[in-house]
């Protein structure tokens, strides 16, 4: 079936915008994580949700970022304002759940440029 | 404190040789999972392998294994036989617990270039 989706591929945008960040998980997956990976580093964890519960938004860098996600499918991030140093590839993850082990599934990213 | 180092920035192997990218993390739960994802340059992240705190086998998939030490608390993936398609960033990651969410950490990552 169908993988992990994310849009748009690439973003260029100019300091001070707003941006939203699409992801559709796969599909029957109730877990959807969302992460930030600045160039040549490792995945920085931003969000997740797990079905309906509340979503865990520990990982968000500051109050211009925010997700939200429609039941079991589609989410966004919105990072509003931006900054150079959000420039940075998004990864949206989705998990089955529940059963061991859990591993994600990573759609292929939007790399955002701030210009 | 990392929850998950990986101390080589990068590697390389010959191709067909076997290589060991190192793996140690820290936790204090007993419950944990270990994996290992690959990233080539398209930037998609594979789910390469799993090791459950719990398992006491080893886990292998196909070329990859995973070398669990868990009193060293090191989780290596050895990739036999490499192949030139294997050249990617390889991260470990760790959950703790049962659940989600941010008990979900990867490392820094290695970059694997396999020569011919």
Not at chain 1, 15 to 40: F, M, N
Not at chain 1, 107 to 112: C, H
Not at chain 2, 66 to 93: E, P, T, W
Request: charged content about 20%; hydrophobic content about 30%; aromatic content about 12%.
């Amino acid at each position: 079936g169908a993988g992990v989706s994310q849009s748009p591929s690439n973003k260029v945008t100019e300091k001070g915008k707003d941006v939203e960040l699409r992801c559709d998980p796969i599909s029957g997956h109730t877990a959807l994580y969302w992460y930030r990976q600045r160039l040549g580093q490792g995945l920085e964890f931003l969000i997740y949700f797990q079905g309906n519960s509340a979503p865990d938004k520990s990982g968000l860098p500051s109050d211009r970022f925010s997700a939200e996600r429609t039941g079991e499918s589609v989410s966004t991030l919105t990072i509003q304002r931006t900054q150079q140093e959000d420039s940075a590839v998004y990864l949206c993850a989705s998990s089955s759940n529940p059963g061991l082990p859990y591993e994600q599934y990573f759609g292929p990213g939007t790399r955002l440029t701030v210009t | 404190a990392q929850k998950i180092t990986q101390t080589q920035p990068g590697m390389f192997v010959q191709e067909k040789e076997a290589v060991t990218l190192d793996c140690t993390y820290d936790t204090s739960d007993q419950s944990y999972g270990l994996f290992w994802y690959k990233q080539p340059s398209s930037g998609e992240m594979i789910f390469l392998i799993y090791q459950g705190s719990y398992d006491e086998q080893n886990a292998t998939e196909g070329r990859y294994s995973l070398n669990f030490q868990k009193a060293r608390k090191s989780a290596n993936l050895v990739i036999s036989a490499s192949q030139l398609g294997d050249s990617a960033m390889y991260f470990c990651a760790m959950r703790e617990g049962q659940n989600y969410g941010q008990n979900f950490v990867f490392g820094p990552g290695t970059r694997l270039s396999v020569l011919p």
